[in-house]
Structures are given as structure tokens and as C-alpha cells.
């Protein structure tokens, strides 16, 4: 039955354009003639296999008027869209307006797209379509409206190829330090676009312990709880707080550590091996040296689909010392008659514009502190009550 149905179909297109199902073979096309000389054949070939799927082809057909159509991007070409019924005395169609260059009219009433369509070059096209008997207007102008269905035929595109961060040391985890950021050309109000970031792999991997998490939406990379306890820095010489790191203040500690040197510095090969590992450690680069190298991918279709479209970067990531130590638990006896604020604990800040917090377990205050840590008060606890605070610092701004 459908092989009967189906060569009905071909046997009604055949007489819709006037030739033999068997001159198919002797049928030349020429894609540079006129518009009125594309083969039938050619034109017809997506409603063909439209009509093998069970698709009824009177729906595209119709009379001339405004119409609202659908083709979804990408659609072989020459692709059919709809077929205007009109009088036997119209012999050609004018169109214009936004789709002259993407479709045509043949001159049997057909509009067809000529030129593959790109939903992220536009959507939706707005077009005017004239009748004509010779060079005369007889009928229209009718308005055609056909907008483009996104497929998803673009993959993630990453806005670096390679990404750049540094972290302290004892970095709390789940804190954010660095961003990735993918886009997607696709429809955005559809899963074609829809991200999902993920962390492939870190190099070096330690016992296969991650220290590093993505955020699988909004791609922001933080520690683990075993990065926060595990990233160290690179070794190297510690200097005092406004110690000036020259490379005098390396040579006077390594006397101090060394104090019998008859040899100078630069023919000592320990003191120019300390040297340049100094120098390596200050002016490290994480594009040509990173402590631990990131391959990130995103992920069309939210990441769900085995057909879901990716795309990779690197994110290069070197880890800084941090100078900040715990004190420890502090002991303050209330009602000090001495000048505030009281110096309880020292602490050292790593860098310029940091600002120590200050949280407290009854409340949290965010304040300004003297880098030395103080209390601005006396203390009043009450007998025999203990308060807890915690102190860290963060970098100015976050």
C-alpha cells in the first residue's frame, strides 16, 4: 500500500510540472540557467522524501496569500517550500525584500530556498511577492514570512584558547579564583545552547586526587578540600615582611646560612643553583611553567546527550606562597586597663591592598584591621564565657 501510495504521489508531482516520470534520466539541469529552468527533479527532492515519510504534500501547497512558513537551517538546497496555486495566465513571480538572494520563485508558483540558511546569521525572513502576466502586476502583493528552526550544528567555542590563574595556598575551598567562559551560536532559548563546564583532567594528578572543582554552570574553578589542605607553593627562600627580595638580601642570607665562603657568588654552583631557583620562583609564568595544567570542556544540550557538541580549553595555574599562619587560640582577660588597641596576635600579609577578616561566631563583622591583629576594646565576656574568632585575610575587593 504505501509503495502504491507513494508512486501516486511521484505520477501528481509529474503532471503538476508537466513532464514524464520516465524522462527523468533525459532531464538536464543547469543550476547557472534561469530560474524557470531548475529541474523539477531537484527542486522536489526534499517534498520526495517528505512524501516517503507519510507527509501530505497538499500542505504546501495553497492559495496566494500571506503565509507563515518553517524551514529548519541548513535544509539541502535547492529545498521546496511552498507551491502558490494561481490563474494559468500568471507566467512569473517578483520577490523582494529581506530573502532576494535566498530564495526564489519558480515560475509555477513554487518558492524555494537557493542558499543554505544559518539561524546565528538570522532567524527570520520578511518577504513580498508579486504576480505577473508579462511585465504586469495582476495579483499581490502577498507577504511571506519563513523562520529558520536552529539545529544544533555549532559546537562551544571557549574565548581563550588558554587560560591563565594564580592561587594561594590554603585557598578555602569552594572559593572561587578563576573563570572559564564558553558560547554557543545555537538558538539560546533552546538546549542546543545550553552549557555544561567540566573538569577532563589535572596535570599533575597526585594519587588521582582532585584539587581543583568546576562549576558545571557557570564555569568557575575553585579548590577542593584536598586542594585547600594540599597545594604548596615552590620552595624557596622566606622573607621578612618589607624585606626587599634583591638579590643583596639573597646573598646576605646565604652568607648567614653559609658563613665560610671563599668563592665567589657566581662561581659557587650551590649558591647559583639557590639563585636561579629563586629567580625561577619569582618570575615563574604559568603559560610556559604552571604548576598544575587544567583540561576543561563544555558541552552542548546540558552535557546529556551522547550527541552534545564540546569544546576544550586549558587553564594554566601556578601556586603561590601564603604567608599567613594561625595563631592559634588567644587568650584575652576582660577589663585590660592598658591603651587600645591591645596587640594580641601578629600576623603577615602577602600582598599590598589585603584586608584581614574578621569573623566571629556570635556575628560576623567584616573590619578593616591593623595588619599586626589588636583588639579595639576591652574585652567583656562575662565570667567564664569564651568567644570564638576567626581570622583571615583576602585580597582587596573580594
Known sequence: MRALHNGSIL???ARSFCFHPGAVARHSIDLSSKTEMLSPVLLLLPLLFSAAGGKDLEEQKGPFRDIQLVVAEAAPVPYALYQFLVPNHIDS????GEGKGEFEMSSDGWLYVQRPLDWSREDHYVMMIEALAGDQVVDGPVYVTVSVLDINNNPPS??????TAWVRERTPAGVPFTHVFAEDKDDPTTPNAALLYTLVSQIPSRSNVPFFQIDPETGAISTTEEGQQMLK??????YSRGEEQTIETLRTKFNSYCPVQNIPYEQNPFYTCVERAELRKRNVDPLSDPDYTLIVRAQDLGGKSNTALSGNTRVQIVVLENLWV???PLVVMEHLA???????????IQQSGSRLHLNAKRARAEVPLPDHGGRRDPADGGAGQRRQEHVHPCSEGN
Open 326 to 328: 594561625n595563631p592559634g
Open 93 to 96: 513571480f517578483r520577490l523582494s
Open 338 to 348: 592598658v591603651v587600645y588597641p591591645l596587640v594580641i596576635a601578629k600576623g603577615s
Open 233 to 238: 607553593a615552590r620552595e624557596g627562600i622566606r
Open 158 to 163: 571557549f574565548n581563550q584558547s588558554v587560560y
Open 11 to 13: 505520477s501528481h508531482l
